[in-house]
């Protein structure tokens, strides 16, 4: 009960921001924890790609200064209509802090940026076998619309 209680205290205390090239080891680690494991010197390379790029944004979750979750943006411009649309690159929080609702506030971080760069929708791609993560975006009233295909190129 006392980690329960602990977890609670420590989740109140969750600061949201924007990534810094100074996280490069955290956001390392979880992009592990999503699956796509990644070494700090290669997630420094691709926040120097993507930290300038207006187009481009990513939003850490933070307790005591430790960045426990993170999403990460893009902005696109239609070519079926006009407008732009935000599509959610990645998302992760830490195994140890998740089902405390921090997903769901970095979720709605991102779909603020989204508003503020002119979207009219927000999109994601998500592996089917990912079904809990499935229902977590349906709890967040995104629908599930089609499929995904890719064809590796190299």
């Excluded at 930290?51 to 979750?69: E, H, R, S, T």
């Excluded at 902005?75 to 089902?99: D, M, P």
């Excluded at 991102?110 to 809990?132: F, H, M, P, V």
Aim: charged share 30%.
């Amino acid at each position: 009960m006392k980690l329960m209680e602990t977890r609670e205290k420590t989740v109140s205390e969750v600061i949201l921001r924007e990534a810094r090239y100074d996280d490069s080891y955290e956001l390392s680690y979880l992009m592990g924890e999503l699956g796509y494991p990644t070494k700090p010197e290669e997630m420094t390379e691709r926040l120097e790609t993507l930290l300038p790029n207006p187009a481009y944004a990513c939003f850490v979750a933070c307790v005591n200064d430790q960045v426990i979750g993170m999403i990460g943006l893009a902005k696109g411009i239609y070519f079926e209509k006009n407008g732009c649309y935000a599509r959610i690159t990645a998302l992760v929080v830490s195994e140890e802090f998740r089902g405390n609702g921090i997903g769901k506030e970095l979720v709605r971080y991102g779909e603020e940026w989204a508003k503020e760069q002119g979207c009219t929708a927000i999109l994601l791609n998500s592996g089917k076998q990912r079904t809990d993560t499935h229902e977590f975006y349906r709890s967040l009233d995104y629908d599930d619309t089609g499929l995904r295909f890719i064809k590796v190129m190299l």
